[in-house]
């Protein structure tokens, strides 16, 4: 028996979310059902983040245990042959046994994208928020700023949560424009459900004039959802990086 | 009546191109509809350029004429309440009665678009082609170099084509490489019939190695289609941008 991990890209369009669920197709049942066939094993998979319906990602995390004697970086060809083509394997190799990906540290990346013009761009639409009220980036980031660090973000989280504790640390948060398109990067040791979508629509209040910067501390202290700004859309949401550390991946693997 | 011009951007994938046909939904086939009924005329647009099944578009234009008194800036936002969401207007406004997109003098800008990568990244399935071939982006500008000014493209050109003459200018041609992501933009007096998917073609064929970039004066000279590489795939074809002559545009309407 041994432990594969998966780096999964996927276009969160047509999913229920990542997470199983009865009656509707998510990554979870995809990946569940391919993995099986491919390997006439009864598969589960263990999901790093559970993302919301019609979120994005570039690199997802899963792992599976198999008795495969396929070597582990076969899994993710194998895998892609099979996949439907929203779906695909980004890479694949062996963890150790004991290897949870939501128990291990790691370091989170998404990114948010507003279209911010006069009217939507249809090749845009599927993967990121449009708004045609003008957002001051410059703001946009003097906000972000303040969410830097760590903190309770009990604001910046759906009140469904079940987290035990709502202290998180955003290590990095850039808000940049390109043209029309205005990303706002976080980098994170973990998000709260909904965390980053609220941040993003606390932000996109501070872009269009409503809230004022400084106003995320006060928001912060709050400890109250109903303080922070809107959630906003899940299509604009990419999970793009899930990053562990090293030793811990490969842990009892090169013992 | 007057006539009114449309810059029109759309997600081609669902789309059999631009040009009206029988039993397929083309672009232009949902524009006439849509303006037919918006404005209870039988409205027929003339289109600039016809792009091709699964080919994208920023900036396509489209120009028609109405009895309508409903001021040119304001089609857009009618049209757009109204349009699928794979098709917007990006700007509407007057133009000269006897302006047509296709006779006035313009630079068009293209972008082709090539994930090289391992494996195909699901969001960007759309809008570019895949391959995990490496290639070389400093050969593909140095062949892109020779194809830069006025020439005559008959080698890439689809012999299908029936244009009167096959020269033509390339203002502008680069080969750019963000990521994964190589990027061919090309500027140009106008463009014969699949020329931007061939040159993609040929420059893939020199940046993995089997052309050499100075192969590229002799494909030239040949004026012969066997000599090029092949056709690139559409999805990866992006029309970014229409520019006409200012005083053309305006002619007689500010007469």
Redesign the interface.
Known sequence: MKRIMLTV???GTNYHGWQLQPNVTTIESVLNETLSTLLKEDIRVIGASRTDTGV?A?GNIAVFDTQARMPADKF?YAL?QRLP???????SREVAQDFHPRRQESRKTYEYKILNS??????Y???SHFTYVPLDVVSMQRAADYLAGEHDFKSFCSVNTTAETTVRTIYDINVEKSRDLITIQVTGSGFLYNMVRIIAGSLMEVGRGNMAPEEMVEILKACDRTKAGPTAPACGL?LVKYEFMEENVLGNTTG
Request: glycine letters at 0%; zero cysteines; a negative charge.
């Open positions: 890209a996927y276009d994005h570039l993710s892609n083509e929203d779906i695909r394997i980004q890479a006069a009217f939507p761009m249809p090749i639409r599927l993967y990419t």
